[in-house]
């Protein structure tokens, strides 16, 4: 592709806002389209439910060239975030690129790119392009759980929605409210409502390890996740050097220290005294999410303001007949429900796609077969861009975009199609062992953030200087770091236009040597404070979506601003 070929971009959260950007400066003319009102995808005020936060701090979560706010505050709540995003559209001048409320509602393959059917204010239209970058997210299309009895529930006068949809802390007061799911999400939104609702109630199939912002004064949540060092006492398909000490000649210090965190984060939330200790090792915590324990969480359950009960599940609605709205536990609890909260995922899946390219796309098992997390094998003129979620999905988000960037202008050496495939499929193999099925289908490298941002600087010829790349082992990881990617120089586009790299031929290895403490990702996580996608607490299996929507608000019924 040349820099006059059309782009079109489905999504303007974090992910579409940062491939927009670096394609723009390539030259490339770009439209994003997204059915919100406003930018920002999970942050958009047309979704953030009360006690929404990002889960690392300002330092960790902005984009390479583009810093926080100097009055912002450590960690941002969803309003600030927005609005950080919006800024970043006008700071580099993407306004003129967004067409907001326009759902792209189908499209579809042709030998010169897509055909797009876009639905606006004005009613439905059709445009063109010449590639299609899906960054509508994994965290979009609510999952719902199918309850027995959900008639007869709403009959009586009860509601039920998505914490999605949740907007109004107010609509609660005094009232019987139910929140279905044990991740960042569901504790979110309990420990939000829990001053005002009459009663609060936490239906947690399965207890999550949680671990607390800070517990000591050189430990804290970043410093496991944000590190190398961090990253290595977690197991790797392709383990590096340190990743090779950990499990075996030092396996002994590893698990020294995550006994250590998890005995400190039981402490720190008294998890032994509030009877909320989850199964299984620390280490778990990385299996399927990486979640933040929701601060005040905990204290209000030690006062009862919210009850948890654990390992069990809502078997059927009750309602009707003159009985008030309620939910039966499999556990035997009748539980007073006049609002229930479904904290439960989302949905993986495009749904303006037509089932044929859905079915190229994906594994039997409705995995998503992407390499890096962006390129499809089997589907031309297409790429995704967010799939890659992570602690710091704004500097996954951003590198992914140059990798994205460089496919389009022929700078990428990609190898041989069925390697690439075997690749694929052996990640995805792991992934399921691993997380025992709780990988979000293949849209997942958490807890290794920093080495799915190696792997794609690796791909193109990029190294971080040795001092900064030595001090990431032990020091958190800070996007500005980066920055070099965008003003490094770049080869001039080809002078003629050139299809996308053809990743079904024969081809060189990549160009660059992989270093040999990289690995491949693995399981994925709500850890940027992201509404609960991928909660194997809650009652449907952790799916993520590709869609993005305005929901319609859980208490009032109207569509979301």
Known sequence: MTSGNRIAIVGAGIAGLACAKVLIQKGFPVEIFDRAPDVGGVWSATRRYPGLRTQNSKNTYHFSDFPMPSDYPKVLDGEQMQAYLAAYADHFGLREHLRLSTEVVAADPVDSGWLLE?????????????HLVIANGVFSEPAIPDFRGIELFRAAGGQMGHVSEFLDVEAVRGKSVVVVGYGKSACDIAEAVSDVAGSTTVVARRLLWKMPRK??????YERLMLTRFGEAHF??????RMDRYLDGPGVSFRVANLDLIQELATKHMNLRELGLLPEGRFEEIAESTVSLATENF???????RIVVQRDTTITEMRGGGGEAPAVQLSNGHLIPADIVVCAT????RVPFLTPYVQRRLTDEHGNFRLHRQILPLDVPNLTFAGYNSSVISTLNAEVGAHWTAALLTNQLDLPPRDVLGEQIDARLRWMEERTRGHHAHGTAITPFSIRNVDEMLADLKFRLPLRTRAAQWFRTVRPESYRGLTTRHEPAPPAHPVERTEVAAPGPSLGAPRPPDLGVPRSHDLSTGLPGANDPSADVPRTHDLSTGAPTDLLHGSQGK
């Open 118 to 130: 876009i639905r606006d204010q004005g009613g439905i239209h059709r445009t063109s392009c010449d």
């Open 215 to 220: 517990m000591a004064r050189v430990l804290d």
């Open 235 to 240: 197991h790797h398909l392709e383990p590096g």
């Open 298 to 304: 905990y204290e209000q359950v030690a006062n009862g």
């Open 345 to 348: 995922g989302f949905q993986q």
